[in-house]
Protein backbone atom coordinates (compact mmCIF):
# COMPACT_ATOMS: atom_id res chain seq x y z
CA UNK A 1 0.00 0.00 0.00
CA UNK A 2 2.25 2.72 -1.07
CA UNK A 3 2.01 6.66 0.71
CA UNK A 4 -0.93 8.51 -0.07
CA UNK A 5 1.50 11.53 0.14
CA UNK A 6 5.00 10.93 -1.56
CA UNK A 7 6.80 14.35 -0.02
CA UNK A 8 9.52 13.42 2.62
CA UNK A 9 9.09 14.96 5.56
CA UNK A 10 11.27 14.93 9.19
CA UNK A 11 7.54 13.55 10.60
CA UNK A 12 7.50 11.23 7.28
CA UNK A 13 11.08 9.31 8.27
CA UNK A 14 9.41 8.45 11.81
CA UNK A 15 5.89 8.28 11.52
CA UNK A 16 4.89 4.81 9.96
CA UNK A 17 1.90 6.34 7.84
CA UNK A 18 1.54 3.03 5.73
CA UNK A 19 0.47 1.84 9.18
CA UNK A 20 -1.87 4.59 10.03
CA UNK A 21 -3.20 4.18 6.61
CA UNK A 22 -4.18 0.31 7.73
CA UNK A 23 -6.00 1.41 10.47
CA UNK A 24 -7.85 4.54 8.84
CA UNK A 25 -6.17 6.93 10.57
CA UNK A 26 -5.33 10.51 8.64
CA UNK A 27 -1.62 10.91 9.03
CA UNK A 28 -2.33 14.82 10.10
CA UNK A 29 -4.75 14.36 12.45
CA UNK A 30 -2.63 11.50 14.07
CA UNK A 31 0.16 14.77 14.48
CA UNK A 32 -2.06 16.70 15.51
CA UNK A 33 -3.61 14.52 18.39
CA UNK A 34 -0.31 14.24 20.03
CA UNK A 35 0.23 18.08 20.16
CA UNK A 36 0.06 19.87 23.36
CA UNK A 37 -2.65 21.63 22.56
CA UNK A 38 -4.77 18.56 21.58
CA UNK A 39 -7.76 17.35 22.79
CA UNK A 40 -6.38 14.22 25.84
CA UNK A 41 -9.62 12.11 24.46
CA UNK A 42 -8.35 12.21 21.29
CA UNK A 43 -5.12 10.33 22.42
CA UNK A 44 -7.84 7.50 23.84
CA UNK A 45 -9.62 7.22 20.57
CA UNK A 46 -6.40 6.61 19.12
CA UNK A 47 -5.86 3.90 21.25
CA UNK A 48 -8.98 1.96 20.97
CA UNK A 49 -8.23 2.15 16.62
CA UNK A 50 -7.93 -1.82 15.95
CA UNK A 51 -8.37 -3.46 12.73
CA UNK A 52 -8.16 -7.02 12.10
CA UNK A 53 -7.27 -8.15 8.17
CA UNK A 54 -5.74 -11.18 6.39
CA UNK A 55 -2.05 -10.52 5.29
CA UNK A 56 1.19 -11.87 5.05
CA UNK A 57 3.79 -12.06 7.36
CA UNK A 58 7.27 -11.28 6.19
CA UNK A 59 10.55 -11.35 8.69
CA UNK A 60 13.76 -10.52 7.44
CA UNK A 61 17.23 -11.36 9.99
CA UNK A 62 20.50 -11.99 10.10
CA UNK A 63 20.59 -15.80 11.68
CA UNK A 64 22.92 -15.48 14.90
CA UNK A 65 22.32 -11.94 14.37
CA UNK A 66 22.13 -11.57 18.50
CA UNK A 67 25.27 -13.52 18.95
CA UNK A 68 26.79 -11.16 15.96
CA UNK A 69 25.46 -7.86 17.88
CA UNK A 70 27.26 -9.23 20.84
CA UNK A 71 30.63 -10.20 19.15
CA UNK A 72 31.34 -7.26 16.89
CA UNK A 73 31.62 -3.56 17.92
CA UNK A 74 29.00 -1.09 18.13
CA UNK A 75 29.99 0.57 14.56
CA UNK A 76 29.87 -2.38 12.55
CA UNK A 77 26.27 -3.24 14.17
CA UNK A 78 25.34 -0.26 12.90
CA UNK A 79 26.82 -0.15 9.32
CA UNK A 80 25.89 -4.07 8.82
CA UNK A 81 22.03 -3.70 9.97
CA UNK A 82 21.37 -0.62 8.22
CA UNK A 83 23.06 -1.62 4.94
CA UNK A 84 20.98 -4.66 4.99
CA UNK A 85 17.86 -2.18 5.50
CA UNK A 86 18.88 -0.17 2.40
CA UNK A 87 18.87 -3.15 0.27
CA UNK A 88 15.72 -5.11 1.76
CA UNK A 89 13.38 -2.24 2.55
CA UNK A 90 13.06 -1.00 -1.00
CA UNK A 91 12.29 -4.49 -2.00
CA UNK A 92 9.21 -4.52 0.22
CA UNK A 93 8.09 -1.27 -0.82
CA UNK A 94 8.15 -2.57 -4.21
CA UNK A 95 5.50 -5.14 -4.10
CA UNK A 96 3.27 -3.22 -1.62
CA UNK A 97 4.20 -4.20 1.63
CA UNK A 98 4.15 -2.06 4.69
CA UNK A 99 6.94 -2.44 7.75
CA UNK A 100 5.29 -3.23 10.49
CA UNK A 101 8.12 -2.98 12.91
CA UNK A 102 12.31 -2.53 12.71
CA UNK A 103 14.32 -4.97 15.06
CA UNK A 104 17.52 -4.98 16.24
CA UNK A 105 18.97 -7.52 13.12
CA UNK A 106 16.27 -7.06 10.74
CA UNK A 107 11.95 -6.14 10.23
CA UNK A 108 8.83 -7.93 9.84
CA UNK A 109 6.54 -6.19 6.88
CA UNK A 110 3.05 -7.16 5.93
CA UNK A 111 1.25 -7.77 2.34
CA UNK A 112 -2.28 -7.20 2.85
CA UNK A 113 -3.04 -6.81 -0.93
CA UNK A 114 -1.36 -9.30 -3.45
CA UNK A 115 -0.69 -12.38 -1.59
CA UNK A 116 2.21 -13.34 -4.33
CA UNK A 117 3.48 -9.98 -3.10
CA UNK A 118 5.16 -11.18 -0.24
CA UNK A 119 6.74 -13.95 -1.91
CA UNK A 120 8.36 -11.60 -4.75
CA UNK A 121 9.26 -9.09 -2.07
CA UNK A 122 11.37 -11.68 0.10
CA UNK A 123 13.06 -13.22 -3.67
CA UNK A 124 13.69 -9.98 -4.51
CA UNK A 125 15.41 -8.82 -1.13
CA UNK A 126 17.69 -11.82 -1.56
CA UNK A 127 18.64 -11.21 -5.32
CA UNK A 128 19.79 -7.30 -3.88
CA UNK A 129 21.80 -9.29 -1.28
CA UNK A 130 23.84 -11.19 -4.24
CA UNK A 131 24.33 -8.66 -6.56
CA UNK A 132 25.60 -6.08 -4.28
CA UNK A 133 27.32 -8.72 -2.39
CA UNK A 134 26.04 -7.90 0.82
CA UNK A 135 28.90 -9.09 3.56
CA UNK A 136 26.09 -11.45 5.76
CA UNK A 137 23.90 -12.18 2.51
CA UNK A 138 24.56 -15.63 3.86
CA UNK A 139 23.14 -15.59 6.89
CA UNK A 140 20.21 -13.03 5.93
CA UNK A 141 16.93 -15.57 6.12
CA UNK A 142 13.40 -14.88 5.56
CA UNK A 143 10.15 -16.63 6.91
CA UNK A 144 6.79 -16.22 5.70
CA UNK A 145 3.42 -17.01 6.72
CA UNK A 146 -0.05 -16.10 5.87
CA UNK A 147 -3.28 -15.49 8.04
CA UNK A 148 -4.64 -13.17 10.13
CA UNK A 149 -3.36 -10.17 11.92
CA UNK A 150 -4.86 -7.38 14.44
CA UNK A 151 -3.34 -4.34 14.07
CA UNK A 152 -4.42 -1.35 16.63
CA UNK A 153 -2.22 1.43 18.54
CA UNK A 154 -0.40 0.83 21.93
CA UNK A 155 1.45 3.85 24.07
CA UNK A 156 0.63 6.83 26.26
CA UNK A 157 0.18 10.17 25.46
CA UNK A 158 2.48 11.82 23.15
CA UNK A 159 4.57 8.76 22.52
CA UNK A 160 2.90 5.44 20.65
CA UNK A 161 2.96 3.02 18.03
CA UNK A 162 1.01 0.78 15.71
CA UNK A 163 1.23 -2.60 16.89
CA UNK A 164 0.59 -5.97 15.41
CA UNK A 165 -0.63 -9.12 17.24
CA UNK A 166 -1.06 -12.61 15.40
CA UNK A 167 0.08 -16.13 16.02
CA UNK A 168 1.49 -15.35 12.25
CA UNK A 169 3.98 -12.91 13.45
CA UNK A 170 5.40 -15.34 15.78
CA UNK A 171 5.29 -17.96 13.14
CA UNK A 172 7.28 -15.86 10.41
CA UNK A 173 10.06 -14.76 12.79
CA UNK A 174 10.31 -19.03 13.85
CA UNK A 175 10.59 -19.78 10.10
CA UNK A 176 13.67 -16.87 10.01
CA UNK A 177 15.35 -18.03 12.61
CA UNK A 178 15.11 -21.69 11.37
CA UNK A 179 15.70 -21.48 7.55
CA UNK A 180 19.53 -21.69 7.67
CA UNK A 181 19.94 -24.55 10.02
CA UNK A 182 17.91 -26.73 6.92
CA UNK A 183 19.62 -25.12 4.15
CA UNK A 184 17.47 -22.39 3.03
CA UNK A 185 17.09 -18.70 2.81
CA UNK A 186 13.66 -18.10 2.67
CA UNK A 187 10.68 -20.38 4.09
CA UNK A 188 7.27 -20.26 3.78
CA UNK A 189 4.30 -21.92 5.13
CA UNK A 190 2.11 -24.08 2.96
CA UNK A 191 -1.47 -22.30 3.81
CA UNK A 192 0.71 -19.31 1.99
CA UNK A 193 1.87 -21.29 -0.79
CA UNK A 194 -1.41 -22.67 -1.35
CA UNK A 195 -3.29 -19.18 -1.52
CA UNK A 196 -0.57 -18.03 -4.10
CA UNK A 197 -2.47 -19.83 -7.70
CA UNK A 198 0.12 -21.69 -9.46
CA UNK A 199 3.22 -21.14 -6.72
CA UNK A 200 4.73 -24.38 -7.69
CA UNK A 201 5.30 -22.83 -11.24
CA UNK A 202 5.76 -19.65 -10.39
CA UNK A 203 8.15 -20.34 -7.59
CA UNK A 204 10.98 -22.45 -7.76
CA UNK A 205 11.01 -24.59 -4.44
CA UNK A 206 11.03 -27.90 -2.41
CA UNK A 207 8.76 -29.10 0.40
CA UNK A 208 11.27 -29.04 3.30
CA UNK A 209 8.89 -31.04 5.80
CA UNK A 210 6.27 -30.19 8.15
CA UNK A 211 6.17 -28.08 11.27
CA UNK A 212 3.72 -28.61 14.71
CA UNK A 213 1.84 -25.90 15.16
CA UNK A 214 1.25 -26.21 19.69
CA UNK A 215 -1.51 -23.49 19.26
CA UNK A 216 -4.06 -25.36 16.86
CA UNK A 217 -2.55 -28.78 17.49
CA UNK A 218 -2.14 -28.79 13.67
CA UNK A 219 0.75 -29.66 11.21
CA UNK A 220 2.28 -27.45 8.67
CA UNK A 221 3.98 -27.73 5.83
CA UNK A 222 6.70 -25.60 5.16
CA UNK A 223 8.38 -25.05 1.80
CA UNK A 224 12.36 -24.06 0.65
CA UNK A 225 11.71 -21.59 -2.05
CA UNK A 226 14.77 -21.55 -3.68
CA UNK A 227 14.77 -18.81 -6.18
CA UNK A 228 16.75 -16.16 -3.54
CA UNK A 229 19.52 -18.55 -3.22
CA UNK A 230 22.92 -18.55 -4.96
CA UNK A 231 22.74 -19.97 -8.83
CA UNK A 232 24.81 -22.98 -7.60
CA UNK A 233 22.82 -23.56 -4.76
CA UNK A 234 19.11 -23.02 -6.59
CA UNK A 235 20.77 -25.39 -9.34
CA UNK A 236 21.47 -27.85 -6.96
CA UNK A 237 18.42 -28.00 -5.28
CA UNK A 238 16.40 -28.11 -9.01
CA UNK A 239 18.48 -30.98 -9.65
CA UNK A 240 18.00 -32.82 -6.16
CA UNK A 241 14.36 -31.69 -5.68
CA UNK A 242 12.76 -35.36 -6.82
CA UNK A 243 15.34 -37.38 -4.89
CA UNK A 244 14.66 -35.02 -1.79
CA UNK A 245 10.66 -35.17 -2.43
CA UNK A 246 10.73 -38.72 -2.66
CA UNK A 247 13.08 -39.25 0.46
CA UNK A 248 10.03 -36.97 2.01
CA UNK A 249 7.67 -38.91 0.81
CA UNK A 250 9.25 -42.34 2.29
CA UNK A 251 9.93 -40.87 6.16
CA UNK A 252 6.39 -40.06 6.25
CA UNK A 253 5.29 -43.35 5.50
CA UNK A 254 8.08 -44.27 8.20
CA UNK A 255 9.72 -46.24 5.44
CA UNK A 256 13.08 -44.59 6.83
CA UNK A 257 14.71 -47.40 5.65
CA UNK A 258 14.35 -46.73 1.78
CA UNK A 259 13.92 -42.73 2.57
CA UNK A 260 18.05 -43.03 4.21
CA UNK A 261 18.72 -44.10 0.21
CA UNK A 262 17.13 -41.38 -1.46
CA UNK A 263 18.85 -38.54 0.92
CA UNK A 264 22.20 -40.20 0.62
CA UNK A 265 21.77 -39.44 -3.46
CA UNK A 266 20.42 -35.67 -2.23
CA UNK A 267 23.96 -35.36 -0.32
CA UNK A 268 25.98 -37.44 -3.11
CA UNK A 269 25.18 -34.15 -5.30
CA UNK A 270 25.16 -31.66 -2.82
CA UNK A 271 27.06 -32.20 0.75
CA UNK A 272 26.14 -28.64 2.16
CA UNK A 273 22.32 -29.93 2.13
CA UNK A 274 21.58 -29.54 5.58
CA UNK A 275 18.14 -30.68 6.00
CA UNK A 276 18.89 -33.85 3.74
CA UNK A 277 21.66 -34.48 6.07
CA UNK A 278 19.07 -33.67 9.07
CA UNK A 279 16.78 -36.27 7.43
CA UNK A 280 19.35 -38.84 6.96
CA UNK A 281 20.00 -38.31 10.82
CA UNK A 282 16.67 -38.74 11.80
CA UNK A 283 16.37 -41.65 9.37
CA UNK A 284 19.00 -43.67 11.32
CA UNK A 285 17.50 -43.50 14.65
CA UNK A 286 14.08 -44.34 13.46
CA UNK A 287 14.80 -47.10 11.41
CA UNK A 288 15.66 -48.83 14.77
CA UNK A 289 13.89 -47.41 16.80
CA UNK A 290 10.51 -45.84 14.93
CA UNK A 291 8.66 -42.58 17.18
CA UNK A 292 5.28 -43.06 18.16
CA UNK A 293 1.98 -42.53 16.11
CA UNK A 294 1.26 -39.00 16.45
CA UNK A 295 0.44 -35.55 14.54
CA UNK A 296 4.37 -34.31 15.69
CA UNK A 297 6.43 -36.93 15.79
CA UNK A 298 7.57 -36.78 12.41
CA UNK A 299 7.63 -32.97 12.18
CA UNK A 300 11.18 -31.25 11.81
CA UNK A 301 10.10 -28.45 14.51
CA UNK A 302 7.76 -27.72 17.03
CA UNK A 303 5.93 -24.34 17.31
Sequence with gaps: MPLQNKTVTTEHRFIPHQMLQLLGINADEFKQSLSSASDPGSISKLLQKQREMKAV????????GEDLIRQIEPAEVFAAVNKLFALAVPAVRQFGGVIDRFLDDGFQALFTDERDAGLSAAIQIRENLL???????????????????SVGMIGYE??????????????????????????????????????VPDCATRFANRLLGSYYIESTESVEPIYDL????????????????????KGLELFFARDFVRARGFFIEVLKADRKDRAA??????????RNDPPEEGKAALCLERF
Design 57 to 64: VLRVGIDG
Design 131 to 149: RESYEREDRVTIGLTYGNV
Design 158 to 195: ERMSPFTISTHTGIGRFLQEKAYGYHAHILATGNLVDA
Design 226 to 245: FDGDDIATRQAKKKTKLLFE
Design 277 to 286: REYLSLCDNF
